[in-house]
T-cell receptor
């Protein structure tokens, strides 16, 4: 069984400020973890993923996330927010032994960037 | 190269009507997934195909929902006798095997009146 909890359904930051979006997961098997971004009326775009190896992963648009097994977390960060980062962000988990990558998603965090 | 495409992008149905939603995956992708995304929520898994075989349909909410992928490429999600609670965005994703990354289409927004 897998689940994802995204703490904070809405996060607001000022342009240039640090972005921190929180994600905690549970998984009965070694997890694969993903962050996606969704702009209005569009599908999901992969930002980054953790499968194995290095626990700090870098993605597109300056985002990165760190897999912390002891904390069952995979928080998303970006040092300096840009107006174009305003969107909905989803954390997802799939497991090594689950059906070929079937993913379980969190409920999303809406990021607002203030000028 | 072309990504995952879905049609129609928007569909309005009267309660009780049948609808069919189409997904064209990335060419050559073995795996295809359907997800349902209700307003304000994350996507929820509906069903999964590997080539033409439907290996998991555990997420289909009722027997009114039916999916097929007869030739292992294009897939259709059919909803019979639509209800208001079926209103959602239906997302399709495909991936190559054994890759981990799913590529999502833009979704079909279904509104049932």
């Amino acid at each position: 069984a897998q689940s994802v909890t995204q703490l904070g359904s809405h996060v607001s930051v000022s342009e240039g400020a640090l972005v921190l979006l929180r994600c905690n997961y549970s998984s009965s098997v070694p997890p694969y973890l993903f962050w996606y971004v969704q702009y209005p009326n569009q599908g999901l775009q992969l930002l980054l993923k953790y499968t194995t190896g290095a626990t700090l992963v870098k993605g597109i648009n300056g985002f990165e996330a760190e897999f912390k097994k002891s904390e069952t977390s995979f928080h998303l960060t970006k040092p300096s927010a840009h107006m174009s980062d305003a969107a909905e962000y989803f954390c997802a988990v799939s497991g090594l032994n689950t059906n070929a990558g079937k993913s379980t998603f969190g409920d999303g965090t809406t990021l607002t960037v203030k000028p | 190269g072309a990504g995952v495409s879905q049609s129609p992008r928007y569909k309005v149905a009267k309660r009780g009507q049948d609808v069919a939603l189409r997904c064209d995956p990335i060419s050559g992708h073995v795996s295809l997934f359907w997800y349902q995304q209700a307003l304000g929520q994350g996507p929820e898994f509906l069903t999964y195909f590997q080539n033409e075989a439907q290996l998991d349909k555990s997420g289909l909410p009722s027997d009114r929902f039916f999916a097929e992928r007869p030739e292992g490429s294009v897939s259709t999600l059919k909803i019979q006798r639509t209800q208001q609670e079926d209103s959602a965005v239906y997302l399709c994703a495909s991936k190559d095997s054994p890759a981990y990354t799913q590529y999502f289409g833009p979704g079909t927004r279904l509104t049932v009146l």
